[in-house]
Structure formats: structure tokens, C-alpha cells
């Protein structure tokens, strides 16, 4: 079992999105909890750029939305959620 961390600027964020991004947002993070990245339920990659030294994560959770977060020892700290655009992943 793993603990899940989400900071106050993602917390903000998820709560204006539209219920279905809440729906798969609590899937991933249960599944993270429960699983960690092991064979998630949406497509998952290492950022690059100004991320990868900090071993940044990115899950799509849908068509334009995404959750960047990182791993440190037993903790998932999500650190943005948001839109593909507005978090200038792409």
C-alpha cells in the first residue's frame, strides 16, 4: 500500500473539473494506492524537459487532461492536474 500526497494547486484544480475527470482521477489514485504504477488504468510516461530531473510522471486521464506526479519512497505526491494546454505538457 502506498500513501497518496495531492497539493493544494491540483486539489483546486480537480475540484472545477467536470465530473467524469473526478471519476477517473479517483480511480487512478486508488489504483496508484493500491498498486502504485503497476499496469494502470490510463497510459503513463516519465516527463521530460524541466520534470525529468525531478522524476516527474504524467497519466492522461483523458483526451486533454492530465495528473503529473512523482514517487518518493512509499508516497505518491501529485503535483498538477489540469489540462494538456494549460499545464504545457505538449
Known amino acids: 500500500m502506498y500513501t497518496l500526497k495531492i497539493h ?3 486539489e483546486k484544480e480537480l475540484a472545477k473539473s467536470p465530473q467524469h475527470i473526478k471519476k477517473k482521477a479517483l480511480r487512478f489514485f486508488e489504483h496508484l494506492m ?9 497510459p503513463l510516461k516519465p516527463l521530460k524537459g524541466k520534470f525529468k ?8 486521464i ?3 487532461y492530465r495528473i ?4 518518493e519512497n512509499d508516497i ?8 494538456h494546454n494549460k499545464l504545457g505538457t505538449g
Open 53 to 60: 530531473k525531478s522524476k516527474f510522471w504524467e497519466t492522461i
Open 34 to 42: 493500491k498498486n502504485g504504477i503497476q499496469n494502470p488504468p490510463y
Open 76 to 83: 505518491f505526491l501529485v503535483r498538477y492536474a489540469g489540462t
Open 8 to 10: 493544494r494547486d491540483a
Open 68 to 71: 503529473i506526479f512523482r514517487k
Open 62 to 64: 483523458d483526451k486533454d
